[in-house]
């Protein structure tokens, strides 16, 4: 920042809230927590592109003048210094809203804040479905395909598969659980005659490897269905491999085409698993293509899907905030029901559902495959998330929260 | 009157026979010294008399009541002092603290969660302390005391429970000669003062037959003689087992 | 049945990894006793380092074979010499502390090596290369098995054997199980002793180097392979009974085995399975497998406790100040910072719960977050399912957590010194997995949400002084007891056993009600902590939580009463700075635990007390 923005701020800070909001020039501020020192293989990538979409925006006007300004939080993985930073945030730092978390639990916990406090939490990466259904409330929106969805866009294609014998494999927690429990209600709706022969939980990040590979092997099913990911992924591919688990079997895996899961198996990636994911490298609209440039020329990496994650976070708040009048709680909500934005995918505008503040963002599906050593997707299609929710009924049912 | 009667105690440590059928009496008021050469199974006998070891059979009899293979801190409720071959204070508290617990723990007082101990039986533990001549020094913790001193500390604790039997191991090991012959005089003196029967093992041949009334002498787990310190002196058995330390035994 | 034997086979493998970790930290806490919570750091470091030495070709001059063991072993090397810095730069100046203060430094350097781990080798997790040689698999009964395994499985009973040669056959390993056996006597032999510690730690760390290292084929390296490591590696070393190279083996076969088919029958078993093997092992053996009774492991090193003393005049005068500022806190602090106040006040209540039943009565807790966990989970639950106000849940929280107490308690206290840490361990995770797990009643890790204070208690000031009221009066009523009769058994017990015993104390009543007592309070912080954060979560009754507690009762001193509040207050206000102020707060966190341990050994609260007396 520089010293006159600085100063600017400071001047804010002095003055009457009410009145530095109204001010031309004072900063919008966003409150971001996350787990960054916890989970920092998937956050840095998420945080860089955050940063540069501020910048992006800041460069081009800011929002009707005002520019953007984010606080970030650390979390260190637990729910209740995400609570605390959030406190902060709100109290001290005078934010107009909060964003971020990654961890499901986290996620829930900033939201329940969001509620209790009367604050916009616009959720980012969590994944549980809790977020916008079963605990869902006013105050919190969530962007990324929730478990429900990730697993409906598989049991499309999971449902062509000649195999009627399935095993599943996914961490032992609440991620884990639901995508088994959502694959096998929907699978067994779409293909009444598929048996599941075997089921292991290893504990999220201390996988048994060579045990659960074997246990699974044992069970002689004609497919798997995967949600393990980052250090088990890579452990439980690599006995799988050399045990031949996946010899003569299709392999269906949650977020295993994410370049964050993805580009540690190096060469040994599997290869024809069916997976959502995100080839970013092979996406070439217009839209994407500029947003994978602006992201190397500024960190001189290639984005991971967190990069999209935040991008589309950033742009989704920018374009509440440019169609709100008053920087106000209750504004934004009003205006992020049914809002419309541009996913930075280039797939064409997302829209933040009204019934239950969930984004239709979607996920590309395809295959897995070597190339040039390194793990890819073929095959793929992006999967418009609006295709994969339950009936607006049985979302009623779901989520008990008042409108 | 009998204080303490013992019939037939054996136990064996893993086939090796430590106590062999021993049995003895100890009246009120009495004196009694336990002796016998190194691994004759004194400390073994000794510590099935308060229930820290569990004897293989025979009985211990306190004031004619069963008290065979009771727990220590359930004798110590009938009316028996203990103190230990090695000292065994509580090093993180005062003088007058261990001697204030050892009081409260009489009275059933132990529970207590609200009022502090300091005002608790401070008198009365100052009391015994002033008894055992350790009253200049009862605010000091006992983790720094000298041995001799612990010793004295440690018959206060006994006495604080006013026993009928005291059993004492070893009481006079670590301290100067003239201390020791102070202290068994101080400890026969209560004996007669307040009935108590005093049980005593020692290695000390001054202490034993300056103070003890009777001796009972142990061999290989085998009470070998019994008697006045005179009668036990003169037995040939005991001499023979003593030829190694006769000198001790037979020059007084 | 094919199935099954390969099914062993994979327990095996993992067996031998396990061992590996587990024989350096039973060699090091043998001779040094430190309770060395770092290990999974080194274990971590040795993976890191050879995945360098391999990946960039250090030893590829000597052809590719080379290239990768040179890698292998040369990280093991560099491991060792890691260890043997730790120990002469940190340990060393430590010995002379108070029993399991050195599991402090060791946190220190478990934050740092974090840190630096990732500064050195990124984020991502990285692949290393197979095993030259080792690539495939073989058929065994049909069914293909990697080669790696069963290389592994040679290399568990290889390193054993040559330990115990080591042991036996050379004038080192000698004195090392001379000083296992008996510290003092070694001393008292004229040994080196320095040289000696330093020589088995190294030892040790090159073991926890060579485990990470060897895992190279078979895992990706990764930031989370410290923390996942050092509770498996300390059941199998406890549970065979500390310093027991043949026990840790033994319970690595037990653990690797038991996992492996108990994930046949329950899935979901492999989140508690360890804890549950550690908690049935030590509750019918209490010194594990092969484990002796430890001899004297209280008074293993330092001086006695000293005395405890009533507060000095100044000091309480000092506490009636703070005590009024807190109180005036809530008319002018802004509400974040009185909310930040709120939660050092809980994590103060929880110290002092923790060091209750840790300084008189001498018994260290490493899983005392159950408690405060149990505290939390009744109040959710009471809003949850009863809808019942604040003040329901707030007088149910002791009593729950109490309950738990008296249950885990009557288990623990029978042990002593680490097994009794270890074995309150294995029920804390115990109540977490159940937290974690049973997710109809408690939410499972998504928590339960909406735990927030009633109406009238909902402004933050409010709820302030409510917090202020129940967290200094739990921990005044704390101090009040360590003073009554009470507490002087308490005390008794732990000074010595044999004594309290023959003048009619029940030291396993006293010690189980302690705990209890204990418990009781830290359920009364855990609740105040839910209804200031709205939800309750299984982290609350996670590890951390309870190192954290550790760390507050030690950094403040275990031997005064004043020492857990001054911890709580240093360690809460600290990482709460720290956190909000920069990316690198493990980094400094970590640094300034380990410059309070060297340069305050007995504590923030006991330095303060040493530099009041000198001054007097």
Known sequence: ?403 | MTVLAVEHLAKSWGGVQAVAGVSFSLAAGEVLALIGPNGAGKSTCFNMLNGQVRPDSGRVLLAGRDITGMAPRHVFRLGVGRTFQITATFGAMSVRENVQVALLSQARGLGGLWRPMAGQKAAEAEALLDRVGMLEQAARPCGVLAYGDLKRVELAVALANTPRLLLMDEPTAGMAPAERIALMALTARLAKEGGIGVLFTEHDMDVVFAHADRIIVLDRGQLIAEGAPQEVRADPRVREVYLGTGATAGGH | MDDLVVQALSGLASASSLFLVASGLTVIFGVTRVVNFAHGSLYMLGAYVAWSLVTHGVFAFAGPFWQFWGGILGAAVVTAAIGAVIEVLLLRRIYRAPELFQLLATFGVVLVVQDVALWAWGAQDLLGPRAPMLRGAVRILGLRFPLYELFLIAVGPLVLAGLWLLFHRTRFGVLVRAATADREMVAALGVNQALLFTGVFALGAGLAGLGGALQLPRESVNLHMDLSTITEAFVVVVVGGLGSLTGAFLAALLIGELSAFGILILPKITLVLVFLVMAVVLVVRPYGLLGRAPQGLHASSGPPDPLLLPAPRALRQLGAVVLALLVGSAWVLPDYELSVLTEILVALLFAASLHFIMGPGGLASFGHAAYFGAGAYAAALLVQHAAAPMWAGMLLAPFAAGLLGLVFGWFCVRLSGVYAAMLTLAFAQIAWSTAFQWVEVTGGDNGILGVWPDAWAQPKPVFYLLALVLCVGGAMLLRRIVWAPFGAALRAGRDSPLRAEAIGIDTFRTRWMAFAISAAFAGVAGSVFAYAKGSVFPTYLGISRSVDALLMVLLGGVQTLSGPLLGAVALTGLQEQLMRGTDHWRLLLGATIILLVVFFPQGLAGAARAAWEKRA
């Open chain 1, 1 to 403: 920042m520089s010293g006159v923005s600085r100063r600017v701020v400071m001047t804010g800070v002095l003055a009457a809230p009410m009145l530095a909001r109204a001010q031309a020039g004072a900063p919008i501020k966003i409150g971001e927590v996350n787990s960054y020192t916890s989970q920092p293989a998937f956050l840095a990538p998420y945080r860089n592109s955050w940063i540069l979409a501020v910048e992006q925006i800041n460069a081009a006007g800011g929002i009707n003048g005002r520019p953007l300004e984010t606080i970030f939080r650390d979390d260190g993985g637990k729910p209740e210094d995400a609570v605390r930073h959030a406190g902060e945030l709100i109290n001290n730092e005078k934010v107009d809203l909060l964003a971020g978390g990654f961890l499901s639990n986290i996620g829930l916990a900033l939201g329940d804040f969001a509620n209790q406090n009367r604050k916009l939490y616009i959720a980012s990466e969590p994944l549980t479905d809790a977020l916008v259904w079963a605990r869902g409330n006013r105050y919190t929106f969530r962007l990324r395909p929730s478990t429900y969805m990730q697993c409906a866009m598989l049991v499309e294609e999971a449902a062509k598969l000649p195999a009627r014998r399935w095993a599943m494999v996914a961490p032992n927690y609440e991620y884990g659980q639901s995508s088994v429990r959502w694959f096998k209600e929907l699978l067994t709706r779409a293909k009444p005659d598929v048996e599941f022969v075997a089921e292991q939980f290893p504990a999220l990040g201390r996988i048994d490897a060579g045990a659960t590979v074997q246990a699974l092997a044992g069970a002689r099913p004609e497919a798997i269905f995967n949600v393990t990911f980052g250090a088990d992924l890579t452990n439980f591919v690599r006995q799988g491999n050399t045990r031949g688990l996946f010899e003569h079997r299709s392999v269906v895996s949650v977020l295993t085409g994410e370049p964050e899961y993805l580009e540690p198996l190096g060469d040994e990636a599997p290869e024809g698993w069916i997976v959502t994911g995100y080839p970013w490298e092979q996406i070439d609209n217009p839209t994407h293509t500029a947003f994978r440039a602006a992201y190397k020329a500024r960190w001189n990496a290639d984005p991971k899907l967190g990069s999209v994650v935040a991008r589309d976070t950033v742009t989704a708040i920018a374009a509440a905030l440019r169609k709100t009048s008053a920087i106000e709680t209750e504004a934004l909500i009003a205006t992020f029901r049914g809002l419309t934005f541009p996913t930075s995918f280039g797939t064409g505008d997302v829209t933040f559902r009204a019934i239950d503040h969930q984004s239709t963002l979607g996920a590309f599906v395809g295959k897995t495959a070597l190339r040039n050593g390194r793990g890819t997707m073929t095959d793929w299609r992006y999967a418009d998330g609006a295709k994969y929710f339950p009936t607006d009924e049985v979302v009623r049912t779901l989520r008990t929260a008042p409108v």
